[in-house]
Structure formats: structure tokens, C-alpha cells
């Protein structure tokens, strides 16, 4: 097929806690060249040092001046061009929360600018200004994604006034426009909004490029859907589909690729409009995934942007290839996208009702209250359990030639999740020993040994953790900024202190119990 293209390029979210060292993205410079990757974008909300909003910026592992000349350079070299994206009204609580500018807030949430205010304009082209000294590109993406709070505060009545959230948003959008081209740039920018309202957008300035993106509902249909409302008004847009890293213990591999090949199949179909591709993948709830778990999705996306031979593709044959290829491996039989999809797609094998509960169930859910009550048994969980140890054996003896620092974040994620599922077993197994011993309080042998096998149980899983959150640690040196590390190795102390807390507890109710008189104090898991 005719490529339909002239921006084939991939997104890097910087701004939600983890920042790239240069060494990083120059590999991945590097390596998207040999993928015909024309563009990388880099998503910023405030990790740029922007001069006359250190307050914005402190502490944050910011990207300096020296440093964007630095990776421009290099890019060149391999004709790749480096595209700023920034947020220029919503995505903006880094920003907001500072006392000296939750003035431009529209609301309390402290999400969005307000746009009735002059202040915001001001403060927009002070860091528009800025990013454009520093860039070369002629495009800057103004973001202007998911503005959940838009016309919901300050700008209400003025939103009333002029028609509504839609005519708000258009004007908003109209005064970013003149401030970008100003400095003598084109505008790009997210296309959710204009999916959103219903109206046509015939006043839209046709000279944007809207990014049109979307990671859930991912059929041909739907997101055919979505590009023919961006397309009916002439507008040009990029496929932007994702590599569905963010909020999972593990990269959803197979979610992405139908993401990915779905979209461009809708778009070889739409055919008008289509200026290109840009994948993307992003930190939300502060970055937990490493850069290396972003690289299967790359991969593929690489791949059928490059030849969109799309239909009838061979999942297995090409994966494999690819990542065997990039990562140098030469064993012939080990299936990567076999191991691979089996740990990107637990969330379907458990009663979950979406792939991100697993990631929240790891931290904010100890003792899967809300999981366990499902089960009537924990036979399925002990098959996967199973299954995952022998497959993170076959993993363990691969040895790529080439990238061995994103195989092994690839193969740390497995081993969180290998946790996740020993640790749903555990607690099943200490929740029976507790009932047991409860049910049997006559039996002081019993409830001795049952509450004393419960505290070791909690003790290994604590010092399981800690080894872990060592590992992670070293990871993240290794190839990111240290600023935002302490906020992800803060999610395991947290585990560790629930654990260390819960043996006290346990403790506390055993001494209570084996004296004259005493009682087993109920304990919930």
C-alpha cells in the first residue's frame, strides 16, 4: 500500500515523575532511525526550566536549555526532529498546585488555567516564548487533552455568555494559536475535545494538525468513528494510538497491538486527511514503568508504519523477529511474544473489571479484599502462579546481545508481577490459617502455631518487597533522573510498613490470648 504519511514519529511522557537521562534517549534516537521514525515528541508539562518559572520546575529533574540543544544535535544526525509538547490549559496540577499560581486556576481541583483571565495568556506566552528559543521544530503541540474542568469556575458565566464550553474552548484554542504563531509556529494538538462536542468545528483554522488519539474501545469501526470526526471538517490529523505501558504491573502487550494495527487499518480505510502516525506512552500515577516495557509496542508500531501489511500478519512470527532482532538474541526457540502476552494479558484471566485495578489492587490493596471475595477457591490463581514461574525461567536464561538494560526493566516488571500473584496466594493462605485458629480457640497449640506462621508469612512478603524496591532503585539510576523515584519507592515502604504493622498486630493479639484469661482479638485481612 501507498504510505499515506509524513509524520511517522513517537511521544515520550517526561513530566509525570520520570525524566530520561540524554544517554536514554539518545539510544532510543538511535534506534527509531532505523525504523524510519521522523519525529520524536517530548511531552513536558513542567519538566523544561523555563526561565521565568523556576518555582514550576524545581526539583523535578527539568530538562535545562543546554540539554534539548544537546539532544537536537544528535537527532539531526539521524534526521529525526524533536517536537515539544506542552499543556496550554488543562494537565496543569504540577503548575496550579504552587500558591503562586493556583490564582490561574479555573477551579479548585487546580487542574486548568482559566481562560477568562489575561494572567493566563501572560503566563502561556512566557513558556510558549521559552520553548520556542529552545526548539527548532516548526510545530509545538499546545495538549489542550481531557479538560475535565473547562467553563466550570471562573469562566463560567463568560462561557454562558458566548454559547458554552464549545465556543470557550474554540476561543481558547484561537488565542494559543496567535501566541504560537507569533514566534512563527504551526500548532498541533490533542483531538479528544473536539470528539467530544458534537458541533462541527468548520471555524477551527485548518492549518492545526489535531492529534487524534484513543486507547480503549479499539475496533476497526470505532476508530474509524473517531477519524472520520476529525476528518469531516477538512481538518489534518495524526494516528495516534498507544503502547498501553501506564498503570499496569506489566506492558499490555496484545491491548496495544490492536490498538495499533486497528487504528491504522481505520485510517488506510478513511484514506482523506491522514498525515501521518505517533504512538505514544505516558506516566499517569507518577510513572511507575520503565522506558524499556514501552519497547514491543515501538516495535510493532515501527513495523506496520513501515510497510502496512497489516491484515493477516502473523502476531507470533513478527514479534519475535522483531524483538529478537533489537534485542540481538539468537536463540531460536525461545517464544518472547508467548511470555510476553501472557503477563500483559493476566488482567483477563482475573475477575478484574479493568486492566488498571490490578495496579491499584498491588498498592492500595494489601490484602485483596475485593479480589479474593470472588473466588470461592484459589486453584486458578495457583495455575497462573505456576505458569508464570516457568515462563520467567525460559526468560531468565535468554541473553540479548544488544539493550540489555530494557530487557532486564522487562523482565523486573515480570517479577513484580510474579509478586503480585504469590502475594494473592499468601494472604488466601493467611486468611484460612486466621479463620482456622479463630475457629479453634480451645487449641492453644493451634492457634499458636497458626498465628506465629502468619507472622513469618508477612515477614518474607516484607523482605520480598525490599528486595524489590532495591531492584527497582537501581534500575531507575541507572537510566532516569533521580527526581520522582522517591515518590514510586514510597509505594513499597508503604507495603512494607502495612506488613511490619499487621505482625505487631498479630503480635499484640497472641500475647493477649496465651495469658490467664485471655482472648484472640478478631483481626481483619
Excluded at 508467548?338 to 486492566?355: D, H, R, W
Excluded at 495496579?359 to 485483596?368: I, K, N, V
Excluded at 499468601?426 to 502468619?454: C, G, H, P, T
Aim: charged fraction near 25%; charge should be positive; glycine fraction near 4%.
Amino acid at each position: 500500500m501507498t504510505k499515506p504519511i509524513f509524520f511517522n514519529g513517537i511521544m515520550f511522557d517526561i513530566s509525570r515523575g520520570q525524566v530520561p537521562k540524554l544517554s536514554t534517549l539518545k539510544v532510543f534516537i538511535k534506534e527509531a532511525a532505523k525504523f524510519d521514525i521522523n519525529f520524536i515528541s517530548l511531552y513536558i508539562e513542567h519538566t523544561f526550566q523555563f526561565k521565568n518559572h523556576p518555582i514550576v520546575w524545581k526539583n523535578s529533574g527539568a530538562l535545562s536549555k543546554k540539554d534539548i540543544e544537546e539532544l537536537i544535535k544528535y537527532s539531526k544526525k539521524y534526521n529525526i526532529e524533536i517536537i515539544p509538547s506542552i499543556q496550554a490549559m488543562g494537565h496543569l496540577e504540577n503548575v496550579l498546585k504552587h500558591k503562586e499560581y493556583a490564582h490561574l486556576a479555573e477551579t479548585s481541583r487546580y487542574y486548568s488555567i482559566a481562560p477568562v483571565l489575561k494572567e493566563s495568556y501572560t503566563f502561556l506566552e512566557n513558556i510558549i516564548s521559552d520553548i520556542s528559543e529552545i526548539f527548532d521544530s516548526e510545530y509545538i503541540n499546545i495538549g489542550c487533552d481531557e479538560v475535565l474542568d473547562i467553563g466550570q469556575g471562573k469562566s463560567m458565566q463568560y462561557a454562558k455568555k458566548i454559547g458554552g464550553d464549545k465556543k470557550l474552548f474554540l476561543e481558547h484554542i484561537g488565542k494559543v494559536k496567535k501566541i504560537i504563531n507569533k514566534h512563527h509556529k504551526k500548532v498541533m494538538m490533542w483531538g479528544d475535545m473536539l470528539i467530544k462536542y458534537k458541533d462541527h468545528f468548520k471555524s477551527l483554522p485548518k492549518d492545526i494538525v489535531i492529534l487524534n488519539w484513543y486507547y480503549e474501545d479499539i475496533s476497526v469501526a470505532n476508530m474509524k468513528k473517531r477519524i472520520t470526526k476529525i476528518g469531516r471538517d477538512n481538518l489534518n490529523q495524526i494516528i495516534c494510538p498507544g503502547v498501553s505501558t501506564w498503570r499496569t504491573l506489566f506492558p499490555l502487550i496484545n491491548k496495544a497491538i490492536d490498538n495499533m494495527k486497528n487504528s491504522v487499518i481505520a485510517s488506510l480505510e478513511y484514506k482523506k486527511g491522514i498525515s501521518g502516525y505517533m504512538v505514544t506512552t505516558w506516566g499517569d500515577n507518577g510513572n511507575f514503568n520503565f522506558l524499556g516495557e514501552s519497547i514491543p509496542g515501538f516495535l510493532f508500531f515501527s513495523h506496520i508504519i513501515s510497510n502496512f501489511n497489516v491484515k493477516g500478519l502473523n502476531l507470533k512470527k513478527t514479534n519475535n523477529f522483531l524483538y529478537k532482532d533489537f534485542w540481538g538474541i539468537k536463540d531460536s526457540n525461545v517464544d518472547l511474544y508467548t511470555i510476553f502476552s501472557f503477563f500483559g494479558g493476566l488482567y483477563k484471566l482475573l475477575p478484574v473489571e479493568n486492566y488498571y485495578n490490578i495496579f491499584f489492587y498491588y498498592w492500595d490493596s494489601p490484602f485483596f479484599y475485593e479480589l479474593l471475595d470472588k473466588y470461592e477457591d484459589i486453584k486458578e490463581i495457583k495455575t497462573l502462579y505456576k505458569k508464570s514461574l516457568e515462563y520467567f525461567k525460559k526468560i531468565n536464561v535468554v541473553n540479548p546481545m544488544k539493550h540489555k538494560i530494557f530487557f532486564n526493566e522487562l523482565i523486573y516488571k515480570m517479577s513484580i508481577v510474579i509478586n503480585f500473584l504469590k502475594r494473592v496466594l499468601d494472604v488466601y493462605e493467611i486468611k484460612e490459617l486466621y479463620d482456622r485458629a479463630y475457629s479453634k480457640l480451645e487449641d492453644e497449640a493451634l492457634v499458636k502455631n497458626n498465628i506465629m506462621d502468619i507472622i513469618d508469612r508477612l515477614k518474607r512478603m516484607s523482605i520480598e518487597l525490599k528486595l524489590l524496591r532495591k531492584k527497582y532503585k537501581k534500575l531507575w539510576l541507572y537510566s532516569y533522573r533521580k527526581p520522582g523515584l522517591e515518590f514510586n519507592l514510597a509505594r513499597f515502604i508503604k507495603l512494607e510498613k502495612t506488613y511490619k504493622n499487621k505482625s505487631a498486630e498479630l503480635k499484640k493479639s497472641l500475647k493477649n490470648y496465651i495469658r490467664p484469661g485471655g482472648e484472640l482479638l478478631k483481626i481483619e485481612f
